[in-house]
């Protein structure tokens, strides 16, 4: 489902900034759903795989944790303990 918004003043601006990214005219602008996982649990961790890290799921408060949340994978990846509180219900 795709949920298309009003965003003359976005594409106005974009237009201004960048006239030749392309044409303006056609432009569709939308807002997809908020990625959360059945429990709202946030994804924050490592995978099988050494090189992919997940900060993913935290839905609508995404914007809202995205600082914290890349503090505390930035602390795991350097294998240090996270500095913010004790994270217990969040799960891989």
């Not at 099988?48 to 795991?76: E, K, M, P, R, Y």
């Amino acid at each position: 489902m795709h949920i298309l918004v009003i965003g003359a003043g976005v594409t106005g601006l974009a237009a201004a900034m960048f006239p030749s990214a392309g044409d303006f005219s056609n432009a569709q602008t939308w807002c997809g759903q908020r990625p959360a996982t059945p429990s709202s649990m946030p994804l924050i961790g490592s995978t099988q795989f050494s090189n992919l890290w997940l900060s993913a799921g935290q839905g609508a408060l995404g914007f809202t944790l995205s600082l914290g949340s890349g503090q505390v994978i930035a602390d795991l990846i350097g294998r240090r303990t996270p500095e913010i509180g004790r994270l217990h219900p969040f799960h891989v």
